[in-house]
């Protein structure tokens, strides 16, 4: 007897716990219409015994999308296309006013450099030069992609241009160039939502309004960062402020809004991803408290701006991470193909 026990033999009057139960696709069926209970010994089985449900089928736990091979590099240039784009628009904005010049300098400054070394960054991603200038043989206005790489080129000319004539540059060239900036500080949103990565389809229409103002708050931060007199410091701190209101609403609404799939939103909440994106939140807050102690200090000025530098580069990589963790995912792809076989929209 002790060597059978040792052993993991059954013996005696064991039960099986798997008998008379159900398993695969039948189980947790209902009977529709029961009978009465008659009050009969045998009392009536009004449920199939079955296992607790199983976990929804997939293709061996395997990802059925590629993810973003994007390297370090593509975040980067999201950050610098924005800041371009937000300085285009400030600079836009600002001539004609003497006391204004140094400031409208520097945005026109950043906006050249913006849209100078971030096509830079994106090559590098690409691999070779002749790849993004492959992308300028055609223009489609039905692909984001088309559109956003002439939007950068257009845009650097114009930026180019508005550098070298400074004050004196027209204001087909500044408004050029302003409108221009928002092409390339939106596109990339529009962009990320138009593809088949399950969590970016699904937020693809916050996306844009997020880059756009998140953008305008990253400009802020970086004009933050050198010195302003007392009429520059009230329109960037008001600029950003603008900015910052615009991205805290908008990162709001992608948390609560109600998911359609909810898979693809689970990798928000874990990962490097998940850990990006709250410190893309803390900092931002911090930021805009900053802004709103109304005693006038350089070191606050300055200390916003990092924080609201440090939350911009921090959000652009916490959408890539936690689009990689979503293409990751089966069930993100699987789930709302079933829910959609079967009417669930």
């Known amino acids: 007897m002790s060597q059978a026990l040792t052993s993991g033999l059954k013996i005696g009057r064991e039960m099986d716990p798997d008998l008379a139960m159900l398993t695969g696709e039948g189980a947790q069926q209902r009977v529709k219409q029961a009978e009465p209970d008659a009050g009969s010994i045998v009392p009536l089985w009004r449920q199939v015994s079955s296992r607790p449900a199983e976990s929804p089928p997939d293709y061996y736990r395997l990802p059925l999308l590629k993810e973003p091979v994007w390297i370090w590099s593509v975040p980067a240039y999201f950050y610098l296309g924005g800041v371009a784009g937000g300085c285009a628009v400030l600079a836009a904005a600002l001539p004609g006013k003497r006391r204004f ?3 409208a300098s520097w945005c026109r400054l950043l906006a050249c450099a913006g849209v100078t070394v971030g096509p830079a960054l994106l090559t590098w991603d690409l691999g070779k030069m002749t790849r993004f200038l492959n992308m300028l043989r055609v223009f489609r206005p039905s692909s984001p992609m088309s559109v956003g790489s002439w939007s950068l080129a257009g845009t650097g000319m114009l930026a180019t241009l508005s550098l070298l004539l400074g004050k004196k540059a027209p204001s087909s060239v500044r408004y050029g160039t302003a409108f221009g900036g928002v092409m390339v500080a939106g596109y990339t ?3 990320l939502g138009n593809t088949a990565n399950p969590l970016w ?3 693809r229409r916050l996306l844009p309004p997020l880059f756009i103002a998140s953008a305008i708050a990253s400009t802020a931060g970086a004009l933050e960062l050198r010195p302003l007199n007392q009429h520059e410091e009230k329109v960037v701190q008001r600029f950003g402020m603008v900015g910052k209101v615009g991205e805290a609403a908008a990162m709001v609404a992608m948390e609560r809004r109600t998911p359609t799939n909810k898979e693809a939103v689970y990798g928000v909440e874990k990962g490097r991803g998940g850990l990006l994106w709250n410190a893309a939140k803390v900092a931002l807050v911090a930021g805009v408290v900053l802004d ?3 005693a006038k200090s350089t070191a606050r000025r300055k200390a916003s701006g990092v ?7 921090c959000l652009r990589y916490a959408l890539l991470e936690t689009g990689k963790d979503a293409a990751r995912e089966p069930q993100a792809v699987i789930g709302p193909q079933r829910r959609r076989m079967q009417g669930g929209g």
Request: proline content about 5%.
């Open 101 to 103: 010049d140094a400031l």
């Open 189 to 191: 949103g529009v962009l």
């Open 201 to 203: 389809l699904e937020k």
């Open 292 to 294: 709103l102690i109304p």
């Open 307 to 313: 924080l609201t530098t440090l939350g911009a580069i």
